[in-house]
């Protein structure tokens, strides 16, 4: 069964950190693309970056470039998203996606960045 399991959500306050991780499970991991796509309350999916199959392509909305860092650990099969300098406007649920022959995605994991 394919999985893709976010954590790491929660509440910060202006200006925080956050790191979000999805876990990959079901499917060859490293042979596919991932990316993390978040959609706020009341507004249309967005999305945040993406990050290729051996990790060494990062790719980021040009908004969020130089706050938000993707990584992945193919071992662990896993796919994180370091969050810096979070703003009001950040709040959102985070998805993780995993596309190449087929798109998975996750159930989300909801941040929110008090004011």
Known sequence: EVQ???????LVQFGGSLRVSCKA?????GSYYMSWVRQAPGKGPEWVSSINMAGGGTYYAD???GRFTISR??????????????KPE???????NARRYQSF????????VSS
């Open 25 to 29: 499970s079901g499917f060859a991991f």
């Open 63 to 65: 908004t969020l470039k």
């Open 105 to 112: 995605w996750g159930q989300g994991t909801q941040v929110t």
């Open 4 to 10: 893709l399991v976010e954590s790491g959500g929660g």
């Open 73 to 86: 650990d193919n071992a662990k099969e896993m796919l994180f998203l370091q969050m810096n300098s979070l």
């Open 90 to 96: 950040d709040t959102a649920v985070y998805y993780c």
